[in-house]
């Protein structure tokens, strides 16, 4: 993708292509001032590009969190235990696996702990009711009932819209910064760089849409 950025910006200002990830110039369609020089647009694009990641990155992150008919210990990756009156994940406490495909056993580093982990689950209000034996936890799986699984749904549209929000929220900021300079800079140089800066966005705000129906199948699928 870095490169792709650096072809694109690199043609609307007249480069002639990417040679061993350089860009190779040939007659010059823009005229770059000296401010211009110091405005990277390259490096101001894989700047938004990699604020964008990091909103996807956290969206798969939460979807997964979310529980389905299937075990899988990302189902507790939001979990926190007050761990000696520290906010800890569980994973950080525990090791968590998957025993017959419908339950987890959670297993805690510091036996003494296991009371808070227990109490962590329970207030987590994940749908499971843990089994402690003083050892360790196991968390059976319920089968989905259709309105929970409807339930679920709906969580996992809201986590995909507040992705879609930050999303656009890192373009305005992007064009903003492009604003802030634009007195110092041509007009084509403007206008491709919020071009380009769209294009990021559209491509995002697309994969959201394919991780979002992906999802939707997994929760809904019996």
Partial sequence: MYFLILA????????????????????????????????DSVAHLSSAEERMKKSMDALKGNLASLRTGRASPDILSRVLVDYYGAETPLNQLASISVSGGTQLIVSPYDKSAIKEIDSALIEANLGMTPSNDGEIIRLNIPPLTEERRKEILKQAKAIGEESKVAIRNIRRSSNDDVKKKSKDLSEDLVKQTESEIQKLTDSYIKEIDSVLADKEKDIMTV
């Fill in 8 to 39: 694109l910006v690199g043609k609307a200002l007249g480069f002639g292509g990417i040679q061993n990830g350089l860009i190779r110039r040939h007659s010059p369609v823009v005229k770059m001032s000296s401010e211009e020089v110091d405005f």
